[in-house]
């Protein structure tokens, strides 16, 4: 089946403005995580999505990250004035919660956003 | 306590060698011990898991072995070839709870022909 897609798959941005980055996770996957990857930091953890439960926002670097769920479905992560230590690749990844492959992450291609 | 420290950096191996990459961890609450692949423009690829009840999985030329009391795990490339070239990650996480995974800084396996 189709896999974890995200869009655009590149992004330009001038320094101030804001950005959406869109995830469309695996179908039948309720829990949805978002990562950044760059060359100082790696790849951590920004925020995690279940089902109706409330959002762990734990890695989200400041206010100006946000995110949401929408239908339990696609997601969107939003960054507001971006800065130039904005500039990462975005991953999604997404995990089926039940059955034998429960715990298995599944990442998208990511986006990758640069701020100028 | 959250960190998963992982070595070598960068590693080149001839083909038809044996790639070992090592990664140790200090939550024990971590139950779900996963690897990707990485190739450039790419988003990481599940590679192989394991979860800390057994000592070692094989899936094909890829094993990982699993030392609970050292807290330590690592992964083994036999018979490596040139399209195993990419970046290889370790990572942990509390499966049972969010999942959210804690990766290590990365290894650059490259193989020469």
């Known amino acids: 089946g189709a896999g974890v897609s995200q869009s655009p798959s590149n992004k330009v941005t001038e320094k101030g403005k804001d950005v959406e980055l869109r995830c469309d996770p695996i179908s039948g996957h309720t829990a949805l995580y978002w990562y950044r990857q760059s060359l100082g930091q790696g790849l951590e953890f920004l925020i995690y999505f279940q089902g109706n439960s409330a959002p762990d926002k734990s890695g989200l670097p400041s206010d100006r990250f946000s995110a949401e769920r929408t239908g339990g479905s696609v997601s969107t992560l939003t960054i507001q004035r971006t800065q130039q230590e904005d500039s990462a690749v975005y991953l999604c990844a997404s995990r089926p919660i039940q059955g034998p492959s429960s715990y298995e992450q599944y990442f998208g291609p990511g986006t990758r956003l640069t701020v100028t | 306590q959250q960190q998963v420290k992982q070595s070598p950096q960068s590693l080149i191996v001839q083909k038809g060698g044996i790639s070992i990459i090592n990664c140790a961890y200090e939550n024990t609450a971590f139950d779900y011990f996963p690897w990707y692949q990485q190739f450039p423009g790419k988003g990481p690829a599940l590679l192989i898991a394991i979860r800390p009840d057994v000592s070692e999985k094989k899936e094909g030329r890829f094993t990982i072995s699993f030392n609970k009391s050292a807290k330590q795990f690592s992964l083994h490339i036999m018979d490596s070839q040139p399209g195993d070239s990419a970046t290889y990650f370790c990572?942990?996480?509390?499966?049972?709870?969010?999942?959210?995974?804690?990766f290590g800084q990365g290894t650059t396996l490259q193989v020469k022909p």
């Open positions: 990572a942990a996480s509390r499966g049972s709870n969010t999942g959210k995974l804690i």
